[in-house]
């Protein structure tokens, strides 16, 4: 699969999920298969991002940010460092 079906079918998948508990099996498989890829999801945006919009987070097993730079740097403005990430 390309870089581009993969985010694709990921997207689809996850709203999927979000309404019927698709099977989480298939999730981790496609977000292997993003890693391979080189881009990562981001739960608060719900998009697949280059690896190079997140920030890195040595503490997580993957070495990047849960949340893309975007979204952290929107979450930080709105909530002033009162959520710690
Ligand atoms: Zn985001």
Redesign the pocket.
């Known amino acids: 699969m390309t870089k581009e079906e993969v985010k694709a079918r990921f997207e689809m998948i996850d709203d999927l999920g979000r309404n019927i508990k698709y099977e989480k099996a298939e999730i981790r498989r496609l977000q292997l298969e993003l890693k391979r890829a080189g881009v990562k999801y981001?739960p608060?945006?719900g998009?697949t991002?280059d690896d190079t919009e997140f920030g890195a987070n040595r503490s997580r097993p993957d070495g990047l940010a849960g949340?893309?730079k975007?979204?952290r740097a929107g979450k930080k403005a709105l909530t002033k460092g009162a959520v710690s990430w």
């Open positions: 981001c608060s945006c998009r991002k949340y893309c975007e979204c």
